[in-house]
C-alpha cells in the first residue's frame, strides 16, 4: 500500500502513550493499535484532526504517500 502510517513515529517524538491517544479521540486501543501498524482501510477526517490536534503535528506527519513504480507516471 502506497500509503504509509507513521503514527508510532510521531507518538514517540511526543512522548505520548498510545493508550492516552486513543482515550482522547474516542477509539478502542485495539484500534488505535491497528492504526499505528497501517492495518486499517481508511480513517475518518474527524479522527484524523484529533488526533493531529493531541500531537500537535499535521496529518502529512501521520500519513506518508511512498508511490510504487507503477503508480510513478501519471495515466495519460
Known amino acids: 500500500m502506497p500509503i504509509v502510517v507513521q503514527l508510532d513515529i510521531m ?3 511526543r512522548k505520548v502513550k498510545s493508550k492516552d491517544l486513543a482515550e482522547h479521540v474516542g477509539i478502542t486501543e485495539a484500534n488505535m493499535s ?3 501498524q497501517g ?12 488526533i493531529c490536534a493531541y500531537l500537535n503535528c499535521q ?4 500519513l506518508v504517500f511512498e508511490p510504487k513504480n507503477d503508480l510513478s507516471t501519471p495515466a495519460g
Open 11 to 13: 507518538l514517540a517524538r
Open 34 to 36: 491497528l492504526l499505528k
Open 39 to 50: 492495518k486499517v482501510k481508511g480513517v475518518r477526517f474527524d479522527t484524523l484532526e484529533k
Open 59 to 62: 496529518p502529512g506527519e501521520i
